[in-house]
T-cell receptor, first 115, second 117 residues
Framework: DAGVIQSPRHEVTEMGQEVTLRCKPI?????LFWYRQTMMRGLELLIY????????DSGMPEDRFSAKMPNASFSTLKIQPSEPRDSAVYFC?????????????FGPGTRLTVL | AQSVAQPEDQVNVAEGNPLTVKCTYS??????LFWYVQYPNRGLQFLLK??????LVKGSYGFEAEFNKSQTSFHLKKPSALVSDSALYFC???????????????FGKGTKLSVKP
């Protein structure tokens, strides 16, 4: 398996622009997580899905952030409009609770810079 | 509420010496415990986990961790550190008895391990 795939790997945009981050989870996994990592705040859970349904979005910082999972193999995290304080590394992770598995598998991340 | 504490922001070790990265947790039910490692400009990689069974868990790259229920700890250890072990280490926990939020892990803030030659 190719693991969790994220695109783009790097994104540089200007304040006010819309940004869309993409994630393909590992095939067969039924949980998908979006995290944000910064030096100041560390690793923060933004939202997670189970079987394509959002379960907990309490970590989403503002209404400017939205996430969707239209099917089991694809999810997006959108920021509209983007602000400089959104600059961070965004990780997607997936997991499967079957057969006693619990660990999450992380993608390589998208480094977002908002100028 | 579930929580994880990694009391040290940074741990410095000489190559060849044993290393310990500390983690304590708080959950209402049975803890499921995890260690992850993050190398620069990479995502988190799973190292090892404790779900049930033997309190000493062995994982990747020669790492091991010991579950101590009375001290609510799950410290990461390695007998002989390598320079290549230098990275950011995260402890994570979830409540194995909690039916809701089954997939969610609570992560610590991370400990930076620096191994000097």
């Amino acid at each position: 398996d190719a693991g969790v795939i994220q695109s783009p790997r790097h994104e540089v945009t200007e304040m006010g622009q819309e940004v869309t981050l993409r994630c393909k989870p590992i095939s067969g996994h039924d949980y998908l997580f979006w995290y944000r990592q910064t030096m100041m705040r560390g690793l923060e859970l933004l939202i997670y899905f189970n079987n394509n349904v959002p379960i907990d979005d309490s970590g989403m910082p503002e209404d400017r952030f939205s996430a969707k999972m239209p099917n089991a193999s694809f999810s997006t995290l959108k920021i509209q409009p983007s602000e400089p304080r959104d600059s961070a590394v965004y990780f997607c992770a997936s997991s499967w609770l079957g057969a006693g598995r619990n660990e999450q598998f992380f993608g390589p991340g998208t480094r977002l810079t908002v100028l | 509420a579930q929580s994880v504490a990694q009391p040290e922001d940074q741990v410095n070790v000489a190559e060849g010496n044993p290393l310990t990265v500390k983690c304590t947790y708080s959950v209402s039910g049975n803890p499921y415990l995890f260690w992850y490692v993050q190398y620069p400009n990479r995502g988190l990689q799973f190292l090892l986990k404790y779900i049930t069974g033997d309190n000493l868990v062995k994982g990747s790259y020669g790492f091991e961790a010991e579950f101590n229920k009375s001290q609510t700890s799950f410290h990461l250890k390695k007998p002989s550190a390598l320079v290549s072990d230098s990275a950011l280490y995260f402890c994570a926990v979830r409540d194995g008895d909690y039916g809701g939020s089954q997939g969610n892990l609570i992560f610590g803030k991370g400990t930076k391990l620096s191994v000097k030659p």
